[in-house]
């Protein structure tokens, strides 16, 4: 025998040995693999658990949450509820979970062919179809299922979206302070506005029902649940949706209160939802937080947050784990108001008020642009910031030969530029803003 011969001989049977050794974790006992699936859903790592079923058929069927004759293109099926999408660039997405503080980028070609319109606090996407009649879908990012509405993406700038699952419905909240829903056999987005100052102005999914608060601090319910009339129940849709104020104000209706008004956001934050007012000229003249008991319709004083940090402002609400972030204060609340500029209201002012200490520790302001985030700090305001930027709004201009900025041709763009040179305030106020989702 020769020398590489009995190389090879050798090889093989130490290959033989290892395999002899080796577990077989297809084997392993369904309740040890039942606590892992457990384990990863509890913190809400879908995308782990999905790849924990794709292992074998063994392990399948020890974590088999399907039901025998349910919808599995359904996106409510592993609904993500801690996940943030912090960025949407073609078909990669970054999210982050707010409670682990684990990060995701994650690359979804069936983004191709749809464009971005919002995502929900927990993680759900809202996405419209690139062709006409641009209808909306939703997306689950993390086991791919996407369900189709009947109804058309509005052309409206939008501030937030929150969804209902059971059954599935879908919530706008546009830069108007309109709130238009649509459910899946809805042809068109129903559509509630009211007058000022009591317009909607943030908007929170929180146990299967849609919450709005205004100016004025009163808290609304867009009843989602099914309607008893007489001895006929009517199964829950976008039509028999109801606003139903289940707080009232608590805040200043005078003018000079509504002048100072927009300082109540409603947010989620672990298993509470909170309501929080910013003090006015460093005048703490009511609760910063209040938890809402909407079973007991009462309003709690909160005066601590714990190891939570609020980023709150009339778009978004985000509560993060502070303790899984670096560089993130807990106990803290970070008030993100837009600042009004030439053109645009990108940049924002932040400030960061302690909830336990009640003082206010400093305000900043976060710049956009050119600029990107260097801090997790800068990353979560920007999550937070409204959004007014619409695909849609691109998509119909580019069909119809304008340009992003202000309806204009390139040609008469450019001529109107040489024409007027000697103004910059022309070139300044027509830059326009790249979307950061």
């Given at each position: 025998m020769t020398c590489t011969q009995h190389t090879q001989k050798r090889g093989r049977l130490t290959h033989a040995a290892a395999e002899a050794t080796m577990p077989d974790w297809t084997s392993l006992p369904y309740d040890n693999v039942c606590n892992i699936g457990e384990c990863l859903l509890s913190n809400n790592d879908i995308d782990n658990y999905m790849a924990l079923r794709a292992v074998c058929h063994d392990w399948r069927s020890a974590t088999k949450d399907y039901p025998e004759k349910g919808d599995y293109t359904d996106p409510h099926y592993f609904k993500p509820s801690k996940w943030a999408l912090l960025d949407l660039c073609d078909d990669l997405i970054t999210l982050v979970n707010i409670d682990t503080g684990r990060f995701l980028h994650k690359s979804m070609p069936l983004l191709r062919g749809f464009f971005f319109v919002g995502a929900t606090c927990g993680g759900l996407i809202l996405l419209g179809e690139s062709t006409k009649p641009h209808q909306a879908c939703v997306l689950n990012p993390f086991t791919g299922s996407i369900v189709h509405l009947k109804a058309s993406i509005p052309d409206v700038g939008v501030r937030a979206v929150a969804m209902t699952t059971k059954p599935l419905m879908v919530f706008v909240s546009t830069k108007n302070c309109d709130i238009l829903w649509a459910d899946q056999n809805n042809k068109y987005f129903e559509q509630f506005w009211t007058n000022y100052p009591y317009k909607p102005t943030c908007?929170?999914?929180?146990?299967?029902?849609?919450?709005?608060?205004?100016?004025?601090?009163?808290?609304?319910?867009?009843?989602?649940?099914?309607?008893?009339?007489?001895?006929?129940?009517?199964?829950?849709?976008?039509?028999?949706?109801?606003?139903?104020?289940?707080?009232?104000?608590?805040?200043?209706?005078?003018?000079?209160?509504?002048?100072?008004g927009g300082r109540y956001y409603l947010m989620k934050s672990g298993e509470d939802l909170l309501l929080v007012a910013k003090p006015l000229y460093f005048t703490l003249d009511q609760p910063v937080v209040r938890r809402v008991d909407i079973e007991k319709k009462v309003l709690e004083p909160v005066s601590t947050i714990g190891k939570r940090a609020l980023f709150v402002s009339h778009a978004k609400g985000l509560s993060v784990n502070a303790d899984k972030f670096q560089g993130i204060l807990g106990g803290c609340i970070h008030f993100i108001e837009p600042m009004l500029t030439r053109g645009n209201f990108e940049p924002s002012k932040v400030t960061i008020f302690h909830v336990a200490d009640r003082r206010i520790m400093v305000e900043w302001d976060a710049l956009e642009g050119c600029f990107r985030p260097f801090t997790l700090a800068q990353v979560f305001t920007d999550y937070c910031r409204p959004i007014h930027y619409s695909e849609l709004y691109h998509m119909m201009a580019n069909e119809w030969g304008y340009s992003d900025d202000g309806f204009e041709s390139d040609e008469d763009s450019s001529s109107q530029l040489d024409d007027e040179s000697s103004s910059s305030e022309l070139g300044d106020e027509s830059s326009s803003n790249e979307p950061n989702d």
């Amino acid at each position: 025998m020769t020398c590489t011969q009995h190389t090879q001989k050798r090889g093989r049977l130490t290959h033989a040995a290892a395999e002899a050794t080796m577990p077989d974790w297809t084997s392993l006992p369904y309740d040890n693999v039942c606590n892992i699936g457990e384990c990863l859903l509890s913190n809400n790592d879908i995308d782990n658990y999905m790849a924990l079923r794709a292992v074998c058929h063994d392990w399948r069927s020890a974590t088999k949450d399907y039901p025998e004759k349910g919808d599995y293109t359904d996106p409510h099926y592993f609904k993500p509820s801690k996940w943030a999408l912090l960025d949407l660039c073609d078909d990669l997405i970054t999210l982050v979970n707010i409670d682990t503080g684990r990060f995701l980028h994650k690359s979804m070609p069936l983004l191709r062919g749809f464009f971005f319109v919002g995502a929900t606090c927990g993680g759900l996407i809202l996405l419209g179809e690139s062709t006409k009649p641009h209808q909306a879908c939703v997306l689950n990012p993390f086991t791919g299922s996407i369900v189709h509405l009947k109804a058309s993406i509005p052309d409206v700038g939008v501030r937030a979206v929150a969804m209902t699952t059971k059954p599935l419905m879908v919530f706008v909240s546009t830069k108007n302070c309109d709130i238009l829903w649509a459910d899946q056999n809805n042809k068109y987005f129903e559509q509630f506005w009211t007058n000022y100052p009591y317009k909607p102005t943030c908007m929170v999914s929180f146990a299967e029902n849609v919450y709005v608060t205004d100016l004025c601090g009163s808290i609304h319910s867009l009843t989602v649940a099914d309607v008893v009339v007489g001895e006929q129940r009517h199964k829950c849709s976008a039509l028999t949706i109801s606003m139903e104020t289940i707080f009232p104000s608590i805040g200043d209706t005078s003018h000079q209160g509504l002048t100072e008004g927009g300082r109540y956001y409603l947010m989620k934050s672990g298993e509470d939802l909170l309501l929080v007012a910013k003090p006015l000229y460093f005048t703490l003249d009511q609760p910063v937080v209040r938890r809402v008991d909407i079973e007991k319709k009462v309003l709690e004083p909160v005066s601590t947050i714990g190891k939570r940090a609020l980023f709150v402002s009339h778009a978004k609400g985000l509560s993060v784990n502070a303790d899984k972030f670096q560089g993130i204060l807990g106990g803290c609340i970070h008030f993100i108001e837009p600042m009004l500029t030439r053109g645009n209201f990108e940049p924002s002012k932040v400030t960061i008020f302690h909830v336990a200490d009640r003082r206010i520790m400093v305000e900043w302001d976060a710049l956009e642009g050119c600029f990107r985030p260097f801090t997790l700090a800068q990353v979560f305001t920007d999550y937070c910031r409204p959004i007014h930027y619409s695909e849609l709004y691109h998509m119909m201009a580019n069909e119809w030969g304008y340009s992003d900025d202000g309806f204009e041709s390139d040609e008469d763009s450019s001529s109107q530029l040489d024409d007027e040179s000697s103004s910059s305030e022309l070139g300044d106020e027509s830059s326009s803003n790249e979307p950061n989702d």
